[in-house]
């Protein structure tokens, strides 16, 4: 399979995201463009839902790479991030190996600890190449993980590679394509910040969003988008504990087009909100504005 170039310029990246689907702002494209350019991870924070975790994918439909995605969690260690040995085959192996009669056990222990008893997480897979290239490698939400774990990417992110104590040093023989996302839910350390291109990617603009909904959504009426993302854009400007993202507008265009909502004025759309809206209070309060005039759709 031929290996797709990179974009070479800034166009040509918004092109390349485009021919996916994903309206992206000058500013992004210049730095998705930098990161494949110069083989540096891109680091993109930001809130749930703008569309962080969905350059990774495109980059690796558009690109014809494998997507190599690493979601972080609370307790995330090596053995589910990197690599780990597959204890029950090593066993049968002893046992097998002592029944032929081999007690040497430096020669036993050769043979457990060699690569066909490896089992590959994702760190350890995205530095081996595939057919299209090297892999995308998503490390989504970081900020979930805990501190121990950044002090551990250091050294993938620097030389993309990872040792291991029975084999020694993996290396990537060139750089993976590296996207790191982060809700902010709390402040990623330095180090890794410093190995990366960084990004923040905001809410989309009234302009961006119709044309993101008109790509995503192109059953809607022209009509139902307009008013949609106008009133997406309101809620956006009041005090709500979880503003909706992109992909909650969407969800939402999605599902008034399937109620056939589409002339629906604001006491139609009160039930669907729960699509748009993730938390009570805030679904109390969005109700309440429409029925005080205080917010329309």
């Known amino acids: 399979m031929p290996q797709i170039a990179l974009p070479d310029t800034i166009d040509a990246t918004t092109s390349l995201l485009a021919s996916a689907d994903y309206v992206a702002e000058r500013a992004l494209s210049t730095a998705v463009f930098l990161a494949l350019k110069l083989g540096r991870p891109l680091f993109l ?25 690493l979601q972080c969690y609370e ?46 997480r994702p760190l350890l897979h995205a530095l081996e190449p595939a057919a299209g290239g090297m892999p995308v490698l998503l490390i989504d939400e970081l900020d979930r993980a805990d501190e121990p774990f950044e002090a551990y990417l250091l ?18 023989p060139s750089p993976p394509i590296v996207v790191i996302t982060s809700n902010r839910t709390r402040e990623i350390h330095d180090a890794v910040k410093r190995r990366c291109l960084y990004h923040w990617v905001d809410y989309p603009s009234l302009e961006r969003e119709l044309a993101i909904v008109r790509r995503k959504v192109p059953e809607a009426q022209a009509a139902l988008t307009e008013r949609l993302v106008a009133f997406v854009q309101s809620l956006r400007a009041i005090d709500l504990f979880k503003p909706p993202g992109v992909a909650e507008t969407l969800d939402w265009a999605r599902a008034l087009v399937a109620l056939q909502l589409e002339g629906a004025g604001a006491t139609d759309i009160g039930d669907s909100l729960g699509v748009l809206l993730k938390y009570q209070d805030d679904l109390a309060s969005v109700r309440e504005r429409l029925a005080g005039g205080t917010l329309a759709f």
């Not at 993938?156 to 993996?170: A, H, K, M, R, Y």
Request: proline residues 2%; aromatic residues 6%; glycine residues 8%.
């Open 45 to 69: 924070e930001g809130e749930a839902g703008v569309g962080k975790t969905e350059i990774a994918k495109v980059l690796a439909q558009t690109l014809g790479r494998p997507l190599v995605r």
């Open 75 to 120: 307790g995330l260690d090596t053995a589910a991030a990197v690599y780990e040995w597959n204890y029950a085959r090593q066993m049968i192996e002893i046992r097998l190996l002592e029944a032929g009669g081999v007690s040497d056990r430096e020669a036993i222990a050769r043979d457990i600890f060699s690569e066909a008893f490896l089992i590959r």
């Open 155 to 172: 050294e993938v992110l620097s030389d993309f590679q990872v040792t291991i104590p029975e084999l020694g040093t993996v290396r990537a």
